[in-house]
């Protein structure tokens, strides 16, 4: 007597079948990492509780610090890079495909980028860029813990795998429009490719040199400059992956489609040129920066809302007009009937709320006159809570 499936055990297994196994192994890899790095990073942060607390002694003579920087750095660098990269890999290979070599060079990056462990070619330039390091990841964090290291930066970046899949898809459609996940990653990518050379910039020119002796000083206010031109940017790589997710899934997971797909474009390409130049506003409280140049850095910071604003309506525009679609009538009434109960909307919707204060907050933080009163307290720390820990890691969960 054979059993009957239920729609959701057959929807699961349709989409199996769509995603080729091989494939769906090398994106999940990288999504393991993440979460692996969610549950040590929201270790160490249940450790600064109980260190602060008065409640626990760390053991090795491992101190406060080196757990803090430990919770910033699996859940800020690690979990969010892996997840991201993951995710992204999975939308490019739903919309326009990876090849072979692609695949290989993933799972090099996956590792530790070794072209002879893996019997690669590195004959184009994609290839050779693909170096995040899991095994580095891992010794590091060992070696923050024991302080026989401190926190490193690396350019972490996987844009030339993703512009090859694009441009693969102009050959072979020509004057196509690119879909719009990949379109998103693409972005992502190039302001995660251009914010990392500020860092870059500073730990090749600045302090390789002085930890060789060839410098006797480092210009403080220029690594500072410099790192905060790849700091900031790096919110906005936490968040426009949870900006796809929220654009292209969760319109088909409330049964509706997409606002504006221009709209998003537009969105997405406005956080590119406006993310890059805002660093300045994180040091609106230091000497030696131009006043004229702070409040040219705060009008900038300031162009970011426009886009956030975009999203928002655009997500909203989605929920009334499918629930009215439906049937249902009345002022909230489509409100009322949004699918609660599922998960996959139901924890990126609380995200999208908690990204009303976390935003809110860091236009206050952009402001030059009100970051006097909360510049260097826990206001800061709930920002960041609020936004990457709170909106994004809700919306990665999902």
Same mark, same amino acid.
Request: hydrophobic share 50%; net charge positive.
């Given at each position: 007597? @054979?059993?009957?499936?239920?729609?959701?055990?057959?929807?699961?297994?349709?989409?199996?079948?769509?995603?080729?196994?091989?494939?769906?192994?090398?994106?999940?890899?990288?999504?393991?990492?993440?979460?692996?790095?969610?549950?040590?990073?929201?270790?160490?942060?249940?450790?600064?509780?109980?260190?602060?607390?008065?409640?626990?002694? !760390?053991?090795?003579?491992?101190?406060?610090?080196?757990?803090?920087?430990?919770?910033?750095?699996?859940?800020?660098?690690?979990?969010?890079?892996?997840?991201?990269?993951?995710?992204?890999?999975?939308?490019?290979?739903?919309?326009?495909?990876?090849?072979?070599?692609?695949?290989?060079?993933? $799972?090099?990056?996956?590792?530790?980028?070794?072209?002879?462990?893996?019997?690669?070619?590195?004959?184009?330039?994609?290839?050779?860029?693909?170096?995040?390091?899991? !095994?580095?990841?891992?010794?590091?964090?060992?070696?923050?813990?024991?302080?026989?290291?401190?926190?490193?930066?690396?350019?972490?970046?996987?844009?030339?795998?993703?512009?090859?899949?694009?441009?693969?898809?102009?050959?072979?459609?020509?004057?196509?429009?690119?879909?719009?996940?990949?379109?998103?990653?693409?972005?992502?990518?190039?302001?995660?490719?251009?914010?990392? !050379?500020?860092?870059?910039?500073?730990?090749?020119?600045?302090?390789?040199?002085?930890?060789?002796?060839?410098?006797?000083?480092?210009?403080?206010?220029?690594?500072?400059?410099?790192?905060?031109?790849?700091?900031?940017?790096?919110?906005?790589?936490?968040?426009?992956?949870?900006?796809?997710?929220?654009?292209?899934?969760?319109?088909?997971?409330?049964?509706?489609?997409?606002?504006?797909?221009?709209?998003?474009?537009?969105?997405?390409?406005?956080?590119?040129?406006?993310?890059?130049?805002?660093?300045?506003?994180?040091?609106?409280?230091?000497?030696?920066?131009?006043?004229?140049?702070?409040?040219?850095?705060?009008?900038?910071?300031?162009?970011?809302?426009?886009?956030?604003?975009?999203?928002?309506?655009?997500?909203?525009?989605?929920?009334?007009?499918?629930?009215?679609?439906?049937?249902?009538?009345?002022?909230? @009434?489509?409100?009322?009937?949004?699918?609660?109960?599922?998960?996959?909307?139901?924890?990126?919707?609380?995200?999208?709320?908690?990204?009303?204060?976390?935003?809110?907050?860091?236009?206050?933080?952009?402001?030059?006159?009100?970051?006097?009163?909360?510049?260097?307290?826990? $206001?800061?720390?709930?920002?960041?809570?609020?936004?990457?820990?709170?909106?994004?890691?809700?919306?990665?969960?999902?």
């Amino acid at each position: 007597m @054979g059993i009957t499936k239920t729609k959701d055990q057959q929807r699961f297994q349709e989409m199996q079948l769509m995603i080729p196994k091989s494939d769906a192994k090398m994106y999940m890899s990288f999504i393991y990492v993440a979460f692996a790095a969610l549950l040590i990073g929201g270790l160490m942060g249940l450790l600064q509780t109980l260190v602060r607390s008065g409640k626990f002694t !760390l053991p090795f003579g491992i101190g406060y610090y080196q757990i803090l920087t430990v919770h910033g750095v699996m859940l800020g660098l690690i979990l969010t890079t892996y997840f991201i990269i993951g995710f992204q890999y999975a939308l490019m290979g739903k919309t326009v495909g990876i090849s072979q070599k692609q695949k290989k060079a993933a $799972w090099a990056s996956f590792w530790d980028g070794d072209r002879n462990a893996f019997n690669i070619r590195y004959d184009t330039a994609w290839q050779s860029k693909c170096t995040l390091h899991l !095994l580095c990841a891992i010794a590091s964090t060992s070696g923050i813990l024991f302080r026989t290291c401190t926190a490193g930066y690396r350019q972490l970046d996987f844009l030339f795998c993703k512009l090859a899949s694009a441009i693969c898809l102009e050959k072979e459609a020509p004057g196509e429009k690119s879909p719009l996940p990949a379109f998103m990653v693409v972005i992502n990518m190039t302001m995660w490719f251009i914010a990392t !050379l500020g860092v870059a910039s500073t730990v090749v020119i600045q302090f390789i040199p002085w930890s060789l002796g060839y410098a006797a000083t480092i210009d403080v206010l220029i690594s500072r400059t410099l790192f905060w031109y790849f700091g900031h940017p790096l919110v906005y790589f936490w968040l426009l992956p949870a900006y796809m997710a929220w654009y292209v899934i969760i319109p088909k997971i409330i049964g509706g489609k997409i606002f504006s797909d221009s709209l998003a474009r537009m969105a997405f390409i406005l956080f590119l040129f406006f993310s890059i130049p805002v660093g300045f506003h994180h040091q609106l409280t230091e000497p030696g920066i131009s006043p004229t140049w702070k409040f040219v850095q705060v009008c900038l910071t300031f162009m970011v809302v426009i886009p956030s604003l975009m999203t928002a309506f655009s997500m909203f525009a989605v929920f009334e007009i499918t629930g009215r679609k439906k049937g249902f009538k009345g002022l909230f @009434g489509w409100f009322k009937h949004l699918p609660w109960k599922d998960v996959r909307f139901l924890a990126p919707f609380i995200g999208m709320v908690a990204f009303i204060p976390g935003g809110a907050g860091g236009i206050i933080n952009a402001s030059h006159q009100m970051n006097e009163v909360v510049h260097n307290t826990i $206001w800061v720390t709930g920002h960041f809570h609020l936004t990457v820990a709170t909106t994004v890691i809700l919306t990665f969960l999902a």
